[in-house]
């Protein structure tokens, strides 16, 4: 893949990752009668793993790469969390909050550092030439 599309597609997984962020926190607080159902946790779970491993695979092979969805995963959470639309507040206070909070935060680290060691050892066939 030649540099000039690494750019945009680099560009869509990012705002892919802050459009996800925003269904997390919107399904996060999702209840069916009076039981919580925190989906927003389960959507983090799947989906960061995956934008952190194509990012580190296939656009940017290299460790800022590979940070780069987990930096804006931070970003747009505290951001949309904290600072929602309108003044609300997206991630209240709350277990729900923390599991998506803490699933994020394991998942993502977890993710990178599997990415980093893959690019370490060299396993990682698509490599930037310039």
Known sequence: MSDVTRLPLALVLLV????LVAFELMFQMLYIGPVP?????????VSLPWLIH????EILPTPAGAAAPLVVWFAAVLVLGFFGPGGDLLLPVNWESLLLLVAGAVTGVVSFRRALDRLADG????RVTR
């Open 16 to 19: 892919i990752s802050l459009l």
């Open 37 to 45: 159902v925190p989906l927003g946790t389960v959507i983090v779970v």
């Open 54 to 57: 194509t990012t580190a695979t």
């Open 123 to 126: 396993r990682n066939d698509r």
